[in-house]
């Protein structure tokens, strides 16, 4: 039986009609925010103050200047320009806010109230949407575990607890940036395999990863537990992230405690939050687990989280050189596929990190992983791609990549599909690389 706060959590009502129409400009079936998505950001308009904001087709509605129309509960949370408190709020609240704004913005006798409050999504900057005390960066892609074990364990891809742990490692808050931020090439420690010492310098090797990040929301108090019956409902949102990598620093410094600075010079995300409440009809089963594989540990397992715990989300990787941008020619597609190559359900990697009494907190952010698919065309790193660098993956230029060059830009973008539903997206995550210091 679902208990009350997975129903709520799973719970589809007006706001995911298909048939509601918005009357704001694109906000029609096709764009990233029809009026089913709804989602939360922060935003400055113009040379404005940073405020909270809902994206709307082509606009941004800024919630702080019709604060007198919007349910009384979620008033204290508008009060300063990140969206911590408004995530640490009763899923009873949001979904309150959600059906409010819905409203809002589908009925056009709301219009004259509303629309003063709308700007042009093109002429508005975005920003973190939260404070985020701390990022954990999980393992969840098992295609993409396979294929990076096979590249340095042909024999062992997978580690004997990969199948029993969500592997994670606790990233660094303070590198992460929204859409758009330039990403400044790292330097560090790189050591040839024929070379005897290791030399300091700018990665050769930079790489992206294509995650989904997943906001906490009320989260939990140090020393307690989040159970995996009720830990869907401590999730705010997500949004699309890329951890960016150095493979070859990262070759020499994981061992024996894992990434460190190949990994925390810079982390990409989508500034915009799709919320639970909007992915609703998204939810799908969980994939079974190969023959052979075993169940997940007591307190992993969840009949709810294993019926609904997964997201029909199409995710896609895209790479623009300078001379394509220069020359008007389209991103080249590196990979697109399913967001189902979870190992791992979200509500597992909450409450795993719960477990042992470590304290979640509102606008802590942590991020799946690279998700690959089992076929080449759904790998989400370049170190797949082109097989640990022996492959180049050639432009529609001529250029050629093994991996990222200075002036690049990659582009993630996702799309949550169900049959009889608009689709969602999730924005832009996108970050040109600029040269080392």
Not at 48 to 70: F, K, S, Y
Not at 179 to 202: C, H, M, N, Y
Not at 326 to 347: C, D, E, F, K, Q
């Amino acid at each position: 039986m679902i208990d009350a706060a997975n129903a709520m959590t799973f719970a589809m009502d007006e706001t995911h009609d298909p048939a509601l129409p918005s009357w704001v400009r694109g906000a029609s079936a096709g764009t990233d925010f029809p009026v089913q998505n709804l989602p939360l950001g922060v935003f400055s308009p113009g040379n404005g103050d940073a405020r909270i904001g809902v994206a709307i087709g082509e606009m941004v509605l800024d919630l702080t200047a019709i604060a007198a129309l919007l349910p009384a509960s979620i008033l204290p949370a508008l009060r300063e320009p990140t969206l911590n408190r408004l995530f640490g709020l009763d899923r009873v609240d949001r979904l309150a806010l959600r059906r409010r704004l819905s409203e809002l913005l589908s009925r056009e006798q709301h219009r004259s109230a509303v629309e003063p409050a709308l700007h042009d999504i093109s002429a508005c900057t975005t920003h973190l949407p939260a404070r985020i005390g701390d990022f954990t960066d999980f393992y969840m892609g098992i295609h993409h575990a396979t294929n990076v074990g096979k590249l340095f364990r042909p024999d062992a891809p997978l580690l004997p607890n990969y199948k029993y742990v969500p592997i994670g490692y606790h990233g660094r808050a303070s590198s992460v940036r929204p859409s758009g931020e330039l990403v400044r090439r790292p330097r560090g420690q790189i050591k040839s395999v024929d070379s005897a010492a290791p030399t300091f310098g700018p990665t050769t090797r930079l790489d992206y990863e294509l995650e989904l990040g997943v906001w906490i929301g009320s989260g939990n108090a140090l020393g307690e537990t989040i159970p995996i019956d009720r830990a869907a409902d401590t999730i705010a949102g997500l949004c699309l992230l890329n951890d960016w990598s150095a493979r070859d620093m990262q070759a020499w410094e994981y061992q024996p405690l894992g990434p460190f600075l190949a990994k925390s010079f810079h982390t990409t995300i989508s500034p915009w939050v799709v919320t639970m409440e909007a992915l609703a009809p998204f939810r799908v089963a969980q994939p079974e687990r190969p023959k052979g594989d075993p169940q997940p540990l007591g307190y992993l397992l969840d009949p709810v989280d294993q019926a609904a715990g997964a997201f029909s989300i199409e995710l896609e990787a895209a790479l623009s050189s300078a001379l394509m941008r220069a020359t008007g020619i389209p991103a080249h597609r590196l990979s697109v596929g399913p967001a189902t190559n979870m190992y791992w359900t979200i509500a597992q990697i909450v409450t795993h990190h719960a477990s042992n009494g470590c304290n979640l907190s509102a606008g802590d952010l942590l991020g799946t992983g690279t998700i690959s698919d089992a076929r080449t065309e759904g790998y989400g790193s370049l170190l797949e791609i082109t097989g640990g660098g022996a492959l180049t993956i050639e432009l529609p230029t001529g250029e050629r990549r093994t991996f990222i060059e200075d002036g690049d830009e990659i582009l993630l973008s996702a799309r949550a599909v169900a049959d009889g539903r608009v689709p969602i997206g999730f924005g832009e995550c996108r970050a040109v690389v600029q040269a080392s210091i």
